[in-house]
């Protein structure tokens, strides 16, 4: 049985940091592309950061809206990706849903965690 169990989520003020885990277990962990994504009343979800597998750590990308705050990060040996938010804002709000998808002999992967609320105000 898949599991994508995230931690981390809270209350901070504008200005803070949180750092959010997502521990997987049920999968070849490693070869999954790992990615937060948010959703903020009345919005859709939204990526906000990925890293693919890889050896090395893989690649990432992020939304524009959190680049040069937020980072995502990978531990293979632990099966846990993390995002570290820094300098958060009002309009990051949402709940941060943990993702993993791979393509294995072209039938697609795609599993979800149950989401962590991350509050920001002051």
């Known amino acids: 049985q898949v599991q994508l169990v995230e931690s981390g989520g809270g209350l901070v003020q504008p200005g803070g940091s949180l750092r959010l885990s997502c521990a997987a277990s049920?999968?070849?962990?490693?070869?999954?592309?790992m990615a937060w994504y948010r959703q903020a009343p009345g919005k859709q979800r939204e990526l906000v950061a990925a890293?693919?597998?890889?050896?090395?750590?893989?690649?990432?990308n992020y939304a524009e809206s959190v680049k040069g705050r937020f980072t995502i990060s990978r531990n293979n040996a632990k099966n846990t990706v993390f995002l570290q938010m820094n300098s958060l804002k009002p309009e990051d709000t949402a709940v941060y849903y943990c993702n993993a998808a791979a393509s294995i002999i072209l039938i697609e992967y795609d599993y979800w965690g149950q989401g962590t609320q991350v509050t920001v105000s002051s």
């Open positions: 890293i693919t597998s890889g050896s090395s750590g893989g690649s990432t």
């Open positions: 049920g999968i070849v962990f490693s070869i999954y592309t």
